[in-house]
């Protein structure tokens, strides 16, 4: 049997190691040349609407923004963690992510190794708002209240292990009060309940509960954000009020599948940011209360994981279990 030159082997595997470098960048040039599918979890499909749509028009391709809320997530990202790594399905990545990661030992995917962040692209504060007829008028009063008559406050959330629960539970441990928590199935019943008396107060969304904010149906005594909320420039900060550790905040990204191609990914980064800068997105999103907040995936990737670290702290002191 003939020898084969050493040289002939090694220019042959140069050729197949060259000419399999080259099939993630000959993917992302021809990315994409199908529908791609946007998977939403809870919360509303807003975000993802608006992008789809630039998306569509730049691309060429059907966005088709698919709701799967059930499990408070589970399915959705499970959903985009077991599907192909090519980026044709991507999830809206929110909060409930970080909390979910933060509260569940056991869950059909993970988190952080089977989903890859993308891009962060927008963040919204809750609202720490009373029923009128409460006579509190700052986290000041709140907690002096809370102190003097502890278990007589309760406060509404959007559901137990959501941020807005988690939003609570930290001003709780940082003020050391007790106020007792009420779940809802939802911002709206949460909202609800708030505006008609049956709970005193509550960290709601900040599309949710500004209308009624703005209709006097609701009092805005803080927010949840490091910085003051431009819908509402005059209502401080949590931290401006005494607890400058204090700062959760609602937000939307994207993530994919773990392992999808670095071109793939980039473009992606590339293409939705270029769609936020858009004016009608722009105009759009702030309508419906986001903040745009595009940066790098590298920012998001650190985001995501400070996210998780303030999560799992609060988590952890408040011993706080899934339904």
Not at 66 to 74: H, Y
Not at 103 to 111: L, Q, T, V
Request: aromatic fraction near 6%.
């Amino acid at each position: 049997m003939p020898t084969i030159p050493i040289r002939v082997l090694t220019a042959c595997a140069l050729v197949g190691s060259l000419a399999l470098a080259a099939v993630p960048a000959a993917h992302a040039q021809d990315y994409p040349n199908k529908p791609v599918r946007l998977i939403v979890g809870p919360g509303p499909d807003v975000l993802a609407r608006i992008v789809g749509d630039r998306l569509s028009s730049a691309w060429g391709q059907p966005v088709v923004v698919e709701q799967r809320p059930a499990a408070g997530g589970l399915v959705a990202a499970d959903t985009v963690a077991k599907s192909a790594p090519d980026g044709y399905t991507l999830l809206l990545s929110t909060g409930s992510y970080t909390v979910n990661y933060a509260m569940r030992a056991k869950a059909p995917y993970d988190f952080q190794k089977d989903l890859e962040p993308v891009l962060l692209m927008a963040t919204l504060p809750f609202i720490l708002v009373v029923n009128p007829s409460v006579p509190i008028h700052s986290v000041k009063e709140l907690v002096a209240e809370a102190r003097e008559k502890p278990g007589k406050l309760n406060y509404a959330s959007s559901g137990n292990g959501t941020p807005s629960h988690l939003a609570g539970e930290m001003l709780k441990q940082l003020a050391k009060v007790h106020i007792v928590h009420i779940a809802y199935k939802g911002a709206a019943p949460a909202l609800t309940d708030v505006v008609g008396g049956q709970v005193q107060l509550g960290f709601l969304p900040a599309p949710t509960a500004l209308p009624l904010v703005k209709s006097g149906k609701l009092r805005a005594i803080a927010v949840s954000s490091p910085r003051r909320y431009f819908a509402l420039p005059d209502v401080p900060t949590v931290a401006e009020q005494g607890y400058p550790e204090f700062a959760v905040v609602g937000w939307n990204g994207i993530h994919v599948p773990a392992k999808t191609p670095r071109p793939v990914v980039d473009k992606l980064v590339q293409d939705v940011a270029a769609a936020l800068r858009q004016p009608e997105a722009r105009e759009r999103a702030a309508a419906a209360g986001f903040e745009l907040a595009p940066g790098t995936r590298e920012q998001f990737e650190s985001f995501v994981h400070a996210d998780i670290a303030r999560a799992s702290a609060v988590v952890k002191a408040g011993n706080i279990q899934p339904d």
